[in-house]
């Protein structure tokens, strides 16, 4: 078991991921303002370290207004001990802490979107700096990543999955058989509307297995949400052999954004009304709902109708919306 090397980071390690046992610290963020001159944002960072197997990455706040992911990967913790540990398990469950205090997507500290910020730079800016820990201190003794996200604030997804493309563009065994472990009702297959600036690109850089799980979202912990996110990562570990026990079979949905249209924006500004939910299926030209103009009463609604057919994956959580606002991600069959 390989000790990560902090020494070409500015972040300061604060928690043994090494030893046996159980434990908690974190890990710092070094980053003077004028609201922390000269101190340190501190990244909450855990370790459990059982017999002799795989290091496996849990990873969620990598934006910090989605709620499920950082829940259920303390419950893990607490829940676990050494003794149900064949391996080793990392949980940084508050990636980018900056903006999980904040309750935003992307950090107060320089506007950055962590999952759009990999692999990273040592002498970037904060959202850069712990990138760069993640993929060049983290990543190299990891055998798995696990990261955990949902809508926050803004949107809604339906919980699933998400399994990213090899390095060659095919789908990934590793990953795949992850996310068919994960047992969410779908897998989104990530495909051509994938970033490779995110954890998951990351770790196809690595050559490491990597799945991400999208589990709800709106602003608050759904009930259902937090218990697939809980079981998944369960069944995943259970998949990589760091947890004793079996995964029950599963037929998931596996789905892809490939097909235009696949992203449904508004056209107008306005309020926008859903006719239809995520986890329906639609037909192309089918009507998804409507934007009205309180202030132009007399004008006619603007009817959003759908591109493509498929399963609405994902819907705002919004109702004032500009031109180019996000409505809704249809997926098709992968």
Excluded at 106 to 134: C, E, K, W, Y
Aim: glycine share 12%; with cysteine; net charge negative.
């Amino acid at each position: 078991m390989h000790a990560p090397d902090f020494s070409a980071s500015r972040l300061l390690p604060g928690v043994d991921l090494t030893a046996p046992g159980k434990r908690a610290g974190q890990i710092g963020l070094l980053h003077s303002d004028n609201d922390n001159p000269l101190g340190v944002y501190p990244i909450p960072a855990m370790c459990i370290v059982g017999g002799v197997g795989p290091t496996v990455l849990l990873l969620a706040g990598v934006h910090g207004d989605e709620y499920e992911g950082p829940a259920a990967l303390t419950r893990l913790y607490q829940a676990l001990e050494p003794s149900d540990v064949t391996g080793r398990l990392i949980f940084l469950p508050q990636l980018n802490a900056p903006a999980c205090t904040a309750g935003t997507r992307v950090s107060p500290l320089d506007g950055g979107n962590l999952n759009r910020a990999f692999p990273g730079a040592a002498d970037g800016g904060p959202t850069a700096q712990i990138a760069h820990m993640v993929s060049a201190c983290l990543m190299p003794v990891c055998d798995a990543v696990i990261d955990l996200h949902s809508g926050g604030k803004a949107s809604w997804f339906v919980p699933c999955a998400l399994a990213a493309r090899g390095r060659d563009g095919a789908p990934d065994v590793a990953n795949m058989a992850l996310a068919r472990a994960f047992r969410a009702d779908v897998i989104w297959q990530l495909g051509a509307a994938n970033d490779d600036r995110s954890v998951n690109g990351a770790a196809t850089a690595h050559g490491i297995p990597c799945i991400a799980a999208e589990l709800g979202g709106g602003g608050y912990v759904g009930i259902d949400a937090l218990q697939i996110g809980e079981a998944g990562v369960r069944h995943a570990l259970i998949q990589l052999g760091v947890l004793q026990g079996k995964v029950p079979e599963a037929m998931p949905r596996v789905v892809e954004l490939s097909a235009p249209g696949h992203r449904v924006t508004a056209p107008v500004a306005g309020v926008y009304l859903p006719a239809r939910a995520a986890g329906e299926d639609i037909a192309a030209g089918e009507r998804l709902g409507q934007i009205v103009t309180p202030a132009q009463p007399d004008a006619a609604p603007t009817e959003i109708r759908a591109e493509t057919s498929g399963l609405i994956l994902a819907e705002t959580r919004r109702a004032a919306v500009v031109p180019g606002a996000f409505l809704a991600f249809i997926a098709g069959a992968a």
